[in-house]
Nanobody, 126 residues
Framework: QVQLVESGGGLVQAGGSLRLSCTASGRTFSRYAMGWFRQTPGKEREFVAAINWSGGSTYYADSVKGRFTISRDNAKNTVYLQMTSLKPEDTAVYYC???????????????????WGQGTQVTVSS
C-alpha cells in the first residue's frame, strides 16, 4: 500500500504561482509513475500532468502545457506540480496519484492509477 499526501494548495490571484507537493509512504515510490489530476464540483476528474518513475518522461494536458511543470525527487518520495500563470479556470481540488505498475510510462487516464491522495484545494481569484 502507498499513502499519498498532497500539500501546497491555497488562494492565489490570477497570474500567480503555486507549487503543490505530494509525498508518498513506502519504499517503492521511485518505481512508480505519478500523476496529477483535478476536479471541480459537478465535473469529472481531469488529467493535468504525469511523470514516469525516473522523471525522464513527462506528459501534460493541453490546458496546462507551458504553464505547469511536474517533477519528482525520489530521494524525498515526493512529486511536485509547479503552477505558474494561474487562471481562474485552474480552480479545483488537485489530486496526486500513483500507478503501481513499476517502471511504467506516464498516463492520462485516471483508471490507470491505483493510489490517490486526499486532494488539496487551489483557488485562483480573478
Amino acid at each position: 500500500q502507498v499513502q499519498l499526501v498532497e500539500s501546497g494548495g491555497g488562494l492565489v490571484q490570477a497570474g500567480g504561482s503555486l507549487r503543490l507537493s505530494c509525498t508518498a509512504s513506502g519504499r517503492t515510490f521511485s518505481r512508480y509513475a505519478m500523476g496529477w489530476f483535478r476536479q471541480t464540483p459537478g465535473k469529472e476528474r481531469e488529467f493535468v500532468a504525469a511523470i514516469n518513475w525516473s522523471g525522464g518522461s513527462t506528459y501534460y494536458a493541453d490546458s496546462v502545457k507551458g504553464r505547469f511543470t511536474i517533477s519528482r525527487d525520489n530521494a524525498k518520495n515526493t512529486v511536485y506540480l509547479q503552477m505558474t500563470s494561474l487562471k481562474p479556470e485552474d480552480t479545483a481540488v488537485y489530486y496526486c496519484a500513483a500507478d503501481r505498475r513499476i517502471y511504467s510510462a506516464p498516463k492520462s487516464r485516471d483508471d490507470e492509477y491505483d493510489y490517490w491522495g486526499q486532494g488539496t484545494q487551489v483557488t485562483v481569484s480573478s
